[in-house]
């Protein structure tokens, strides 16, 4: 077996269920000053643009190593990973 480090930020939710933790730079508790985003005519959208955004995209907290550790495992064969996992719902 393989040990793989698998990212911590990304751009996909891997199981689709629940919400993510953002990870931004842009200042979020100034609404104002968010970078609006715009459909091809230029007209203002109700979204943030995050192509002015550190990372040119939305990013989050990854929820799983699950899509990083497939990846390895198609170059590698067996792999495994430990690694922190970030859920953004309420725990019970």
Avoid: W
């Avoid at 793989?4 to 609404?31: H, K, N, Y």
């Avoid at 792999?79 to 019970?92: K, L």
Wanted: charged share 25%; hydrophobic share 35%.
């Amino acid at each position: 077996f393989n040990y793989v480090q698998t990212p911590l930020i990304t751009a996909s939710d891997c199981e689709g269920a629940g919400e993510m933790f953002r990870v931004t730079t842009l200042d979020i508790d100034d609404v104002a000053s968010l970078p609006r985003a715009k459909d091809e005519e230029g007209k203002e959208l109700a979204g943030v643009d995050y192509a002015e955004d550190f990372f040119g995209k939305a990013a989050f907290l990854t929820v799983s190593g699950q899509l990083g550790g497939e990846t390895h495992a198609c170059a590698l064969g067996d792999v495994y990973t430990f690694g922190p996992t970030f859920r953004a719902e309420n725990s019970q």
